[in-house]
């Protein structure tokens, strides 16, 4: 992080019914610990909703978290995000994504994708390069 700019800011969600939450407050507390501000919002979270904290909290990325099949509706999240004028907000799925699902993500927009036993230094620093991504795309939108 550059000194004077503010840290970044991370929604942590999980969408869908998965419950299992353990990964994803582990990963919250990586990047708290790394300076970042992390809004966590737990489990069983809707979309609207998510699109709504997103931009209240003024994010910079949004992780997702899914260990059952919840990332197959991240695509849908992503389109709600276009359509509320929240298309810099950068976004990962962390958790269980199967092979063949993954570029389907990918292709939707999806940032990066975490797998099991994804190192702490790795989540954090691909964060931290996301969020400066982020701020890019925000500022050139008020450039431009």
Not at 14 to 29: C, E, F, N, P
Not at 52 to 57: F, K, T, V
Not at 70 to 90: C, E, F, K, R
């Given at each position: 992080m550059v000194e004077g700019n503010p840290p970044g800011r991370v929604l942590m969600t999980k969408i869908g019914l998965?419950?299992?939450d353990r990964g994803s407050r582990l990963v919250a507390s990586y990047l708290r610990d790394a300076g970042m501000?992390?809004?966590?919002?737990?489990?069983?979270?809707e979309i609207p909703a998510v699109v709504n904290l997103a931009m209240q909290e003024d994010v910079d990325v949004i992780g997702v978290s899914s260990l059952a099949t919840?990332?197959?509706?991240v695509p849908t999240l992503m389109?709600?995000?276009a359509d509320a004028g929240l298309g810099d907000v950068a976004l990962v799925?962390?958790?269980?994504?199967?092979?063949d699902e993954e570029?389907?993500?990918l292709d939707s927009g999806v940032d990066h994708v975490f797998h099991p036993g994804a190192r702490r230094e790795e989540i954090?620093?691909?964060i931290r390069g996301l969020v400066?991504?982020?701020r890019h795309r925000k500022s050139g939108d008020r450039d431009g």
């Amino acid at each position: 992080m550059v000194e004077g700019n503010p840290p970044g800011r991370v929604l942590m969600t999980k969408i869908g019914l998965d419950g299992h939450d353990r990964g994803s407050r582990l990963v919250a507390s990586y990047l708290r610990d790394a300076g970042m501000e992390v809004v966590y919002t737990g489990p069983w979270q809707e979309i609207p909703a998510v699109v709504n904290l997103a931009m209240q909290e003024d994010v910079d990325v949004i992780g997702v978290s899914s260990l059952a099949t919840d990332h197959l509706i991240v695509p849908t999240l992503m389109a709600a995000l276009a359509d509320a004028g929240l298309g810099d907000v950068a976004l990962v799925v962390g958790g269980i994504v199967p092979e063949d699902e993954e570029q389907a993500l990918l292709d939707s927009g999806v940032d990066h994708v975490f797998h099991p036993g994804a190192r702490r230094e790795e989540i954090v620093e691909r964060i931290r390069g996301l969020v400066e991504e982020s701020r890019h795309r925000k500022s050139g939108d008020r450039d431009g």
